[in-house]
């Protein structure tokens, strides 16, 4: 069941997942290149999505330039000087702030918040949270390939101490985990309770 569904309700929620996006770190290499005609190249967009003219603004500031049904939007390329890694940012054509992220509409392009988009971690209950946390510290300590790295059923309060790791880090993210999984399977036990009621009723 994918996240963010809950059977037998209507859903009244926009996920990003379902949109196409822009994302800012493949359009890096544009700060270097000259102005001009452009083209992204993946299927999954429109190809009034795909073309965009390069252009620049005092000598300073890059920017896309798409045509869509005949209306120009705008996307700024922001470098941040602040940090060590010059991260750079698109701009949102509807309100201009500064986004790792926007995506693709029938006839526009808008970030998360103009679009009203969620998540779809925003929709998770509770005990699948604890899921995708638990697996997660799992692979962190142990490795995506560790037998049953993903399987709840499996308990890791006997798994081994990985070669590389100290004794100490090891029994810290070790206990972090078991406090994790304790608090999942009363969760489960709740959910389960409820499904029988449910069927029995």
Known sequence: MPRGFHFGRVRKRSYTSEYCRLSAITFKPLLESK???YIIHSERFSEQHKRFELIELGGQFKIMQF??????????LVQD?????????ITCPCCQSKRQHIYAIKKAYA???CLGLKYLTQSERYRDRLMRKIRKKRKALWGNDWPDVNNMFAHTEYWPKPKSV???????????IYQLERQYWPQVDLFL???FEEIIS
């Open 35 to 37: 102005t001009g005609s």
């Open 67 to 76: 045509t869509i049904e005949g209306k120009k939007f705008q996307i700024g």
């Open 81 to 89: 000087d602040s940090s060590v890694s010059n991260k750079l940012y």
């Open 111 to 113: 970030c998360r918040e």
């Open 166 to 176: 100290h004794w100490s880090t090891f029994e810290k993210a070790r206990e972090e």
């Open 193 to 195: 309770n409820k499904q």
